[in-house]
């Protein structure tokens, strides 16, 4: 029996009545920022995350928040971008780095 892994922040599919909906946006998005283009020939990359309001004020008090993600890029390349876009929201505008 294959033991599994704890599920991580961010590892949950789309809740699914959110699935439809962000997938098609994500197609909107990416085809409006890199049209007539795929794959590595793509320009602009992005990040489309969908959350509850009411979640995210128990976030703010140390529960848990669901966030639903969908991107063209590669999640390292995320991971990069969220962790310099925190810093900046949070006043540290000179960081800098590749995403």
């Given at each position: 029996?294959?033991?599994?892994?704890?599920?991580?922040?961010?590892?949950?599919?789309?809740?699914?009545?959110?699935?439809?909906?962000?997938?098609?946006?994500?197609?909107?998005?990416?085809?409006?920022?890199?049209?007539?283009?795929?794959?590595?020939?793509?320009?602009?990359?992005?990040?489309?995350?969908?959350?509850?309001?009411?979640?995210?004020?128990?976030?703010?008090?140390?529960?848990?928040?669901?966030?639903?993600?969908?991107?063209?890029?590669?999640?390292e390349?995320?991971?990069?971008?969220?962790?310099?876009q925190?810093?900046?929201?949070?006043?540290?505008?000179d960081?800098?780095?590749?995403?």
């Amino acid at each position: 029996m294959t033991k599994q892994k704890p599920e991580r922040l961010g590892d949950a599919p789309i809740q699914p009545e959110l699935n439809k909906p962000m997938n098609v946006l994500a197609h909107a998005i990416d085809e409006f920022l890199n049209p007539d283009k795929k794959g590595e020939a793509r320009e602009w990359g992005f990040v489309l995350i969908a959350f509850p309001f009411v979640e995210a004020e128990l976030a703010k008090g140390g529960g848990t928040g669901r966030a639903n993600y969908i991107s063209n890029a590669s999640r390292e390349d995320v991971v990069i971008m969220l962790k310099e876009q925190l810093k900046r929201f949070e006043g540290q505008p000179d960081v800098t780095g590749r995403a």
